[in-house]
């Protein structure tokens, strides 16, 4: 259901919200990638701007995706990967 309907393995991890008059942007952890057929269909659904920051340290990528009504872009980087799980 997860993937299915937000995008994402499992649900966001720790996620931080802002809201303002013309978006909603949301920094948070998830698995495999962010939920971004969720802001996809928000974004369409509600009339609004969503950008979702994200990061998944165990694969070593993050990404900014940004849907308004129209469009959806989704940005992704390589970053350091997370060697916490080998100590």
């Not at 920051?53 to 940004?66: I, K, V």
């Amino acid at each position: 259901w997860n993937y299915t309907n937000w995008g994402t393995k499992w649900d966001a991890i720790e996620p931080i919200v802002e809201v303002t008059d013309e978006e909603i942007i949301i920094t948070c952890d998830t698995a495999w990638d962010a939920p971004i057929y969720w802001a996809e269909t928000a974004a369409k659904k509600f009339n609004i701007n969503i950008v979702i920051e994200y990061e998944e340290p165990n694969n070593a990528f993050a990404g900014c995706c940004r849907a308004d009504p129209d469009n959806m872009y989704n940005d992704i980087w390589d970053i350091q990967p997370d060697d916490s799980s080998t100590n």
